[in-house]
């Protein structure tokens, strides 16, 4: 079997989806594993959740950053750090606050695809 797929959730809530994706992630033949947890709220309860399951967490918090573009590319720096392949947005984060967009990749030269998003708020 190959190595898991690195994953990355994206919070800004309680990341109830996010539990359930790092606990599937964790068995046995799983494809993927949740290797970071990033919230633009540094308050959402999520971040304590991951925390415990074991996985590091990033708060990078929109209010701190001037455009939206300096925001994504704070993320894009968590997201490479990690070694991230896919990100995935928990789904209760869009219902409950809309914060998270679309993220527009920010590759440097020669990392172009380097990540997907899955689940792509309106």
């Given amino acids: 079997m190959s190595a898991p797929i690195r994953v990355a959730v994206l919070i800004s809530g309680a990341g109830s989806n996010m539990a359930a994706l790092i606990d599937a ?5 799983a ?10 709220r540094p308050d959402a309860g999520g971040l304590a959740v991951a925390e415990a399951k074991g996985v590091p ?3 990078v918090d929109h209010r701190l ?3 939206r573009e300096v ?3 704070a993320i894009d720096v968590a997201l490479t750090d990690a070694g ?5 947005i928990d789904d209760e984060s869009i219902r409950r606050l809309g914060q ?10 020669g990392q172009r695809g380097r990540w997907h998003q899955l689940h792509h708020p309106p």
């Fill in 57 to 59: 967490v990033v708060s």
């Fill in 100 to 109: 998270w967009r679309r993220l527009r990749p920010h590759p440097q030269p």
């Fill in 31 to 40: 494809p993927f594993e949740v290797v970071l947890v990033v919230s633009n």
């Fill in 65 to 67: 950053y001037g455009e």
């Fill in 25 to 29: 992630g964790r068995a046995p033949d």
């Fill in 84 to 88: 991230v392949r896919v990100v995935d």
């Fill in 71 to 73: 925001h994504e590319r």
